[in-house]
């Protein structure tokens, strides 16, 4: 939407009441349109950040307004803030000023208190709870952040980073046995180190040393059990003689056991 007519700077509005957000009250009221005008906060959240939170759109009442929107903006803006502040809170009542004959020490006294008061009031309207948070109704809240969200969020991650170092430590594991085990004939280092990796990487219990499938030949039933408890017939020799390098059934580099001497 065209945004014409924009002020050039900020302004403190008496009739807001303070950011829900950032407890700031320096605003922007922006004229979005011909008929609509939006409050803005411009309150600063830290040397180079600014809070920018926006109200809901307040749109024309009368054909006359010197802005349109902008006192449907402010009431608006008004409305969520005080859901999300709760009760203002009242200031004690100022102390009595000093007369000829009061005391010179009450008066100093009450003179202290009444200029703390003053300074109180400078920083606008105060309320009982700045943010009320529905899942934990303000108990542990600070400013627009739950706490309880941000202690779960902490959780989640903290178990994805024990599973990703368990992870690692298993694929450190494999990648040892393969350095002390002799490559089976047939299959290359490289397709034998990727598998072990795939082996590791996709484990979800306890990593498993096991980075290859034995295949032994069964003279009983002619075929060749793998230590995956499986068994494949081949019509002619072994899989080394039949070129197959992996289990077709688990995918791990195949070793071939040594077949007992025909008697």
């Known amino acids: 939407m065209p945004t014409e007519n924009r002020p050039s700077n900020t302004e403190m509005v008496s009739e807001l009441l303070p950011c829900p957000f950032c407890g700031k009250q320096d605003f922007l ?7 609509a005008s939006v409050v803005i906060c411009q309150g600063l959240t830290g040397p180079h950040e600014a809070c920018l939170a926006r109200g809901p759109v307040g749109v024309a009442q009368d054909e006359g307004e010197e802005q349109p929107g902008r006192d449907k903006a402010v009431e608006l803006w008004n409305a969520r803030a005080e859901r999300r502040q709760g009760e203002s809170v009242a200031l004690p009542s100022r102390k009595s000023e000093p007369t000829e004959d009061s005391d010179v020490f009450t008066d100093a006294e009450n003179s202290g208190f009444n200029a703390c008061l ?22 542990h809240c600070s400013k627009t952040v739950c706490v309880l969200e941000i202690a779960a969020e902490r959780d ?6 024990a599973d990703l170092k368990r992870r690692h ?7 040892a046995t393969i350095a002390c085990r002799e490559v089976p004939k047939g299959c290359t280092v490289a397709d034998y180190a990727a ?20 295949w032994t030949y ?14 494949f017939l081949l019509m002619e020799d072994g899989p080394k003689e039949n070129c197959m390098k992996f289990c077709c059934y688990c995918s791990k580099p195949i070793i071939q056991a040594p077949r007992e001497a025909e008697s």
Not at 29 to 35: F, G, K
Not at 169 to 175: I, K, Q
Request: hydrophobic share 40%; proline share 3%; charged share 25%.
């Open 29 to 35: 009221i922006e004229r979005l349109d011909s008929d």
């Open 156 to 161: 989640t991650l903290r178990a994805q980073l």
């Open 195 to 214: 598998a072990a990796i795939a082996d590791a990487m996709s484990a979800s219990a306890e990593p498993s040393a096991l980075v290859s499938c034995t």
């Open 169 to 175: 430590d298993g694929l450190h594991r494999d990648m």
């Open 218 to 231: 069964n003279d009983d039933s002619f075929a060749w059990d793998a230590t995956c408890n499986e068994s």
């Open 118 to 139: 003053d300074e109180i009031a400078k920083l606008g309207p105060l309320y009982a709870h700045a943010h009320t948070c529905e899942k934990c109704s303000g108990v």
